[in-house]
Structures are given as C-alpha cells and as structure tokens.
C-alpha cells in the first residue's frame, strides 16, 4: 500500500501538470510566436511539447507506482533547475499578463508542495524499500 505522502505528491504533480497543459493549450500562439504560426515548425513545437510530458508522465509512474528513488532525484534536479528561470519568467510575465504569471506561478507552488511530500518519512521510507510491503527499515530502530 502507498504511503499518503506519496498519494498527496501525485495529487499535487498530476494537478500541476494538468494545469501546466491547460496554459500551453490556451497560450499555444505564444508558445511558439505569432509569427511562426504561419510556418511549419509548430509541428516541431507540438512534437517537443509532447515529448516534455511523456517525461512527466513517466517521472510521475516511476515515483508514485514503481517507487523508483532515482526518479525522484531527477525530478529534484529538474525542478531545482525550473526555479533558475522561474524569477524573471515570473517578472516579465508580470509586466504583460498578470492572470497568466499567477497561473504560472499557481503551478510552480503546486511542483514545489509535491516535491516536498516526497521527503516526508513515510515517503522516503517507501521510496527506499521499492515500495515492497512490509520492509522493515532498520534505521528507524536508531
């Protein structure tokens, strides 16, 4: 059975990412540019954006049903890198869309409370076991 940390972590990841879809699809023409809708390399857009979730899907499986702590270092990694550019994203779409920079920043909120459920103990001790069912984790005896 998975711990509630690693149920609340997939509960807040899937809402993030959701979400993060439901901005891309919505802001599609800047996503690529307006100018570049006129051209064939949207396709190409689409094609990485797909690829970009297929990850967050996979890092999302690896975590929450297969317990794969090296999955949840590279998301740890992935989202530590995300927050470099997160500060002056944030700013500049301050500056001209601010219902679209609380979304982003909605999400941003919602990555960082999932990654935190990840190192609660019932989580790390689950992640550590492979999510075998009754592992006994020695150190806990310490």
Do not use: H
């Amino acid at each position: 059975m998975r711990p509630q940390s690693i149920i609340r972590f997939e509960q807040f990841y899937l809402t993030s990412t959701a979400l993060t879809i439901l901005l891309q699809l919505l802001n599609f023409a800047g996503l690529i540019g307006p100018d570049a809708l006129k051209e064939t390399n949207s396709e190409l857009v689409l094609v990485l954006v797909a690829i970009s979730y297929a990850l967050a899907f996979v890092i999302w499986f690896l975590i929450a049903r297969r317990a794969s702590n090296i999955a949840k270092w590279f998301f740890v990694v992935i989202t530590l890198l995300g927050l470099i550019g997160t500060v002056p994203m944030l700013a500049a779409l301050l500056s001209t869309d601010v219902a679209y920079a609380l979304c982003f920043a909605v999400v941003t909120a919602l990555n960082l409370i999932a990654l935190a459920f990840l190192f609660r103990r019932d989580a790390a001790q689950w992640l550590r076991s492979r999510g075998q069912v009754g592992v006994i984790d020695i150190t806990t005896f310490n």
